[in-house]
């Protein structure tokens, strides 16, 4: 059973069950009052009957068989002021009427004679009529006419007046009709409060469905959009927040597979290069081209440097693999920094020597400051930078700069040459994985193309952060931000 007819079965019960007892509380409160059911419409059409007047008929009655008894009395105003007693709290009084003249009226009564000459007239019944209702000014009345059979031609009439509330009089007429827009007003408010509450639910778990089924399909964009606090439009969040993570997994998922396949397609091919020259090289020994000593030591040397150039790149990529996978353990260690540093840049001082490229070193730092490293991870960090710098060097003067200086909270190292410098666009590039700007991929300048991507997880590693900046025919400038600490 669905959640729809689940909400429309209970709400349908809701209504149909309280009617029931509605109608069947009336029916067994009739049944009380009445004896049976066959006085139903009597006791519409009745006034007696609807509202309750026993003590005023309680008070005609005992007039009447007084008058039987002492006929007189009918012309006694001190008796006729005592029933009046007796009705003043009720809103009613007495008026006595003898052959067509008014006798006694009861002080409560309204004072203008002209509705006493529409009195019903004298028919000689003895019981009493149904009760007539008629406006008197601004109020209307009730008559109960009562006739008493007198010798001779003596007619008289005891009339019982009360005063009828506006609202029960209306109450009286309209009952049915009342009741009737009760029960459907009753009805249309269920309807529509059952309605409001089915959209507000139904409506909301349609468009959950519906995305889901997009998403099930693959298509994570249909936006959803549940409004309200309550625990459908809470659910609605939560989905869309589910949504969006699985949008963007889906990306990552699909971004991770173009990577692969790239990385796969630069693998196969930085790895066939040397494979194919070491190939090439062993053909011609074995087809006797390399006829003379000479030419054997000069394709064994290709072998070996092609060998070694196939070794480093399955190394660099072996590394950048296990930093990739935070397989990789660093080693940490509270370090001097200025030390640590006047000791590298004297290894570089001679390597860069032989090349014939200056190098100036600008350190503006203290003496206590202390980073926390890996000592050969960083310093692998500064020579593929160094390395990068040196391949793409095109100036005949080639310089380095080393800039370092301190920040509240971090030590910074800027690395500046005056190669031949990065197009803007590809700047944002120079940290991936295999990316190089030497399109061509020439062994002069191809390298491996994971130096700066290892760089930049070794930094990461350490919780900093390398950036660059470059201008093209003016040179290229790395920058690290390594975090400083406390000694122990």
């Given at each position: ?10 709400y349908?019960?809701?209504l149909?069950?309280p ?5 069947l509380i ?20 009745s006034t007696?009957?609807?509202f309750?007047?026993e003590?005023l008929?309680?008070v ?7 008058a ?13 002021n005592?029933?009046t007693?007796q009705?003043q709290?009720k809103n ?5 009427r003898?052959?067509?003249?008014i006798f006694?009226?009861?002080p409560?009564?309204?004072q203008?004679?002209?509705?006493l000459?529409e009195l019903?007239a004298?028919d ?8 007539v ?11 109960l006419h009562?006739d008493?059979?007198r010798?001779g031609?003596e ?9 009828v509330?506006p609202l029960t009089?209306?109450?009286r007429?309209y009952?049915?009709?009342l ?5 459907l ?14 959209k507000?639910i139904?409506?909301?778990?349609h468009?959950?469905?519906e995305?889901a ?6 298509k994570m964009?249909l ?5 309200g606090?309550?625990e459908?439009?809470?659910?609605g ?6 949504r969006?993570?699985?949008?963007h ?8 597979e ?6 796969i397609?630069n693998?196969?091919h930085?790895?066939?290069?040397p494979?194919?020259a070491?190939?090439?090289?062993v053909?011609?020994?074995m ?6 000593p000479e030419k ?7 072998i070996?440097l092609?060998?070694?150039e196939l070794?480093?790149?399955?190394n660099?990529?072996f590394?950048?693999?296990?930093l990739d996978?935070?397989?990789?353990p ?15 840049i ?6 860069l020597?032989?090349?014939g490229?200056?190098?100036?070193a ?7 400051t202390?980073?926390?490293?890996d000592?050969?991870?960083?310093k ?5 930078i160094?390395?990068?710098s040196?391949k ?6 080639p310089?380095?700069?080393?800039t370092?200086?301190?920040?509240p ?31 061509s991929?020439?062994a ?14 070794i930094m990461e590693?350490?919780?900093g952060v ?7 025919d003016?040179?290229t400038t790395?920058?690290?931000?390594i975090?400083t600490?406390?000694?122990?």
């Open positions: 059973m669905s959640i729809r007819l689940k909400l429309l079965l209970s349908a019960a809701m149909v069950i009617l029931f007892f509605i109608m009336s029916l067994l409160m009739v049944v009380m009052f009445r004896g049976d059911l066959q006085n139903l419409k009597g006791i519409y059409e007696e009957d609807i309750n007047h003590d008929e309680q005609a009655k005992e007039i009447i068989r007084s039987q008894r002492q006929p007189d009395l009918l012309r006694d105003d001190s008796y006729l005592e029933m007693l009705l709290d009613s009084g007495i008026v006595v003898q052959n067509d003249a006694y009226r009861s409560g009564l309204p203008d004679a002209a509705w000459a019903t004298y000689g019944h003895t019981t009493s009529q149904a009760y209702e008629k406006k008197v000014g601004n109020a209307a009345y009730a008559f009562y008493l059979n010798s031609n007619q008289i009439s005891l009339f019982m007046i009360t005063k509330n009089n209306f109450i007429k009952f049915i009709v009741f009737s827009l009760l029960i007003i009753f009805i249309l408010t269920h309807v529509l409060l059952t309605t409001m509450m089915s507000s139904i409506r909301p778990l468009k959950l469905r995305a089924q997009e998403m099930k399909e693959g964009d936006q959803i959009q549940v409004a606090k309550d459908i439009g809470q659910l969040v939560a989905f869309e927040e589910m969006l993570r699985l949008q997994s889906t990306s990552v998922q699909q971004q991770y173009e990577n692969r396949k790239e990385l397609a693998i196969s930085d790895l066939k290069t494979l194919t070491i190939r090439g090289y053909a011609g020994m087809d006797g081209i390399a006829d003379t054997s030591l000069k394709y064994m040397q290709t070996a092609k060998s070694d070794d480093h790149l399955i660099e990529l590394l950048y693999s296990k996978l935070n397989r990789e660093f080693q940490f260690e509270v370090v001097q920094l200025l030390p640590f540093l006047s000791d590298w004297e290894e570089l001082e001679f390597e020597e032989k090349r490229i200056a190098f100036l600008d350190i503006s730092l203290d003496s206590e202390v980073v926390s490293l000592r050969d991870h960083f692998r960090v500064l020579n593929n160094i390395q990068n040196m793409y060097m095109n100036k005949a003067q310089n380095i700069h080393l370092v200086y301190s920040t909270q971090a030590a910074v190292l800027e690395i500046a040459d005056n190669g031949k410098g990065i197009a803007a666009e590809a700047v944002q590039h120079v940290f991936e994985r295999f990316y190089r700007t030497d399109k991929r020439s002069h300048t191809g390298g491996s193309g994971l130096g700066l991507a290892i760089a930049r997880q590693g350490h919780g390398i950036s660059a900046s470059s201008e093209l003016v040179g790395i920058k690290l931000c975090p600490t406390t000694r122990e």
